[in-house]
């Protein structure tokens, strides 16, 4: 999508921050023994509440309010009986639809007590998503995204998972620009345009270089296994820089 208007903008703001809230207050209920499907509800029920709905129940019939992935899994991992213990790494993922709108956001969250090099890899994945978001301007190559989140990555001994990409979004959940790569690459010659929408979305790992399918139709592991994280925000392209999309409605 190419936002056009200060009502699109708007539109696009709104759905943005009820993925943020819903986020935000999954994260804030994360502790041990908590089940997947009540952190689910939690969000759903937000989302709800603000006259949204799920983007993967609406687009993909997943089976799920939000997608919920524990250790092993990577993404798209299904809500349900799984309960949370002590030193779990917990990957939330939220989008949602409103007035035809869609928003996207995630995050990983480290349950204590945790590991140092756990600790250490839940802040830089933050740290790689930045990186990736400080490169949107439009006119610029979006290549420069995952060049720069490619050279932190490897700067500091971390893999990262190449077959899980940054998307458009907008009027759909999935749009043009399509698999847009938060690692290095050579193949990549498309500008960012002004106004255009879309996700950053890296997926930092301590070894993990692909996502693999699993048993059931949705979820993802990490191949080889290994600790993953991903963060993710939706923003829009300007030529004075990305204004992100999916901030809550305070801060964390």
């Not at 041990?32 to 603000?50: H, K």
């Not at 309960?83 to 995050?107: Q, Y």
């Not at 070894?207 to 829009?236: I, K, M």
Request: glycine share 10%; net charge negative.
């Amino acid at each position: 999508m190419v936002v056009e208007t200060e009502e699109e903008l708007a539109k696009m703001k709104e759905v943005g921050r009820i993925c943020a809230n819903a986020l935000q207050a999954m994260g804030a209920a994360l502790e041990p023994g908590i089940t997947t499907r009540e952190l689910d509800d939690i969000g759903r029920r937000i989302m709800e509440n603000a006259g949204a709905q799920s983007a993967p129940e609406f687009c993909y019939r997943f089976p799920g309010a939000t997608c919920i992935s524990v250790n092993e899994e990577v993404a798209h991992g299904i809500p349900g009986a799984r309960v949370i213990a002590a030193g779990d790494l917990v990957n939330i993922d939220v989008s949602a639809e409103k007035d035809g709108f869609f928003g996207d956001t995630g995050a990983s969250f480290a349950v204590p007590p945790v590991k140092p090099k756990i600790e250490k890899l839940c802040r830089d994945g933050k740290r790689a998503m930045w990186l990736g978001i400080n490169q949107v301007r439009s006119g610029e190559p979006l290549a420069k995204i995952g060049k720069a989140i490619g050279a932190f990555a490897s700067k500091n001994r971390y893999t990262l998972v190449s077959n899980l990409a940054s998307h458009g979004i907008g009027r759909s959940l999935h749009e043009e620009p399509s698999e847009v790569s938060t690692w290095p690459d050579p193949s990549e010659r498309r500008i960012i345009t002004e106004g255009l929408v879309f996700t950053v979305e890296p997926f930092l790992s301590l070894g993990a270089t692909w996502a693999e399918s699993g048993d059931d139709d949705w979820t993802l592991y990490a191949d080889p296994r290994a600790p993953t994280v991903q963060y993710e925000h939706t923003l829009v392209a300007t030529r004075n820089g990305p204004v992100i999309l999916t901030l809550p409605d305070t801060a964390a």
